[in-house]
């Protein structure tokens, strides 16, 4: 009995904070209620004292159940925890109207608004490294990728979120600005391409990306490195390269994309700032891939 009271203290001493890791990657207090709810459950099935760091645990598998909850949610029927539940501790955190519109505040619905654009493994990496201060060392086993490539799957949410409210003209100069790159790379004008770099450039690419390359060398591709940050080098990756590449639409910003199958194949997801690009995001996995909105625009009449 000593124990589970242990276990129900220690629970509760991180519970609010459990509660905001939640609501911040789903968006929804219920959700967020089944996600602590749930860690509570698995908590109980272990022998909690043998935990080292429990918090940190906790983190883990809340950020764990959010994630399957996010990639789920389009298709998931909504399941009661009733069925098998163990009572949470009597004196269970209870959050009243006042607190549920503090923490509301603190996210912001703008905020909440660009972060449905993210892809779920985007959405958590950011929440957990940007909001939550966590090592990317820590988030890569939770969305099942390595370090490098949390890092560039919370890269390139913050560059969402940061341009989630760009004005038409922004976003109509950064179509100027990707519409020439993608000319000049098919063109194969090297020095243009350099134009349109920021000499402090850089390039993150996904792990898919960087194996599809390097087992394509032999036929003309230039292997890309998780990260990238000389501009010649990543001029010269693109100098020639892009003809089967097109502009589209990615969560709503344009990019570039590469058809095959009737299906993406490969997404450019670029960063604009005083008309240069600063930064470029390659994606190839295909569960990011399927994640994304990716339309494909007409170039001869959407220019």
């Given at each position: 009995?000593?124990?589970?009271?242990?276990?129900?203290?220690?629970?509760q001493?991180?519970?609010?904070r459990?509660r905001?890791?939640?609501y911040?990657?789903?968006?929804?207090n219920g959700?967020?209620?089944?996600?602590v709810?749930?860690?509570?459950?698995?908590?109980?099935?272990?022998?909690?004292q043998?935990i080292?760091n429990l918090?940190?645990w906790l983190t883990t598998?809340?950020a764990?159940v959010?994630?399957d909850?996010?990639?789920?949610?389009?298709?998931?029927?909504?399941?009661s925890?009733?069925e098998?539940i163990?009572?949470m501790?009597?004196n269970a955190?209870?959050p009243n109207?006042a607190e549920?519109?503090?923490?509301?505040?603190?996210?912001?619905?703008?905020l909440?608004i660009?972060?449905?654009?993210?892809?779920p493994?985007e959405?958590?990496?950011?929440?957990?490294?940007?909001l939550?201060?966590?090592p990317f060392?820590?988030?890569?086993p939770i969305v099942?990728?390595?370090?490098?490539?949390?890092?560039q799957?919370?890269?390139r949410?913050r560059?969402r979120?940061?341009?989630?409210?760009?004005?038409?003209?922004d976003e109509?100069?950064?179509r100027?600005?990707?519409?020439?790159?993608?000319?000049?790379?098919r063109?194969?004008?090297?020095n243009t391409?350099?134009?349109?770099?920021?000499p402090?450039v850089?390039?993150y690419?996904?792990?898919?990306?960087?194996?599809m390359?390097?087992?394509?060398?032999?036929?003309?591709?230039?292997?890309?490195?998780?990260e990238?940050?000389d501009?010649?080098?990543?001029?010269?990756?693109?100098?020639?390269?892009?003809?089967g590449?097109?502009?589209a639409?990615i969560?709503?910003?344009?990019?570039?994309t590469?058809?095959g199958?009737?299906?993406?194949?490969?997404a450019f997801?670029?960063?604009?700032?005083?008309g240069k690009?600063v930064?470029?995001?390659?994606v190839?996995?295909?569960?990011?891939?399927e994640?994304?909105r990716i339309?494909p625009?007409?170039e001869?009449?959407?220019?």
């Amino acid at each position: 009995m000593a124990g589970n009271d242990w276990l129900a203290e220690k629970f509760q001493e991180n519970r609010s904070r459990l509660r905001a890791v939640a609501y911040r990657i789903l968006g929804s207090n219920g959700e967020a209620d089944d996600a602590v709810q749930e860690a509570w459950l698995r908590l109980t099935r272990l022998d909690g004292q043998t935990i080292e760091n429990l918090g940190g645990w906790l983190t883990t598998v809340v950020a764990r159940v959010c994630l399957d909850m996010l990639r789920s949610r389009k298709t998931r029927k909504e399941e009661s925890l009733q069925e098998n539940i163990l009572e949470m501790p009597q004196n269970a955190y209870a959050p009243n109207p006042a607190e549920e519109a503090l923490l509301a505040d603190s996210v912001g619905s703008a905020l909440l608004i660009v972060l449905r654009t993210l892809t779920p493994a985007e959405r958590v990496a950011f929440v957990l490294h940007d909001l939550f201060d966590l090592p990317f060392g820590e988030i890569a086993p939770i969305v099942g990728r390595s370090e490098p490539a949390v890092r560039q799957l919370a890269s390139r949410a913050r560059r969402r979120v940061r341009g989630g409210g760009e004005s038409r003209e922004d976003e109509a100069k950064k179509r100027e600005i990707v519409s020439a790159f993608l000319a000049a790379s098919r063109e194969g004008h090297f020095n243009t391409l350099l134009q349109l770099l920021d000499p402090g450039v850089r390039l993150y690419a996904d792990d898919t990306t960087v194996k599809m390359t390097a087992a394509n060398q032999g036929k003309g591709v230039m292997p890309f490195q998780s990260e990238m940050g000389d501009h010649r080098t990543i001029a010269e990756a693109f100098n020639g390269r892009a003809v089967g590449a097109q502009l589209a639409l990615i969560n709503g910003s344009v990019g570039t994309t590469w058809i095959g199958g009737g299906k993406p194949r490969l997404a450019f997801l670029f960063s604009v700032e005083n008309g240069k690009i600063v930064e470029i995001n390659v994606v190839m996995d295909p569960e990011d891939l399927e994640a994304m909105r990716i339309e494909p625009l007409n170039e001869q009449t959407d220019n």
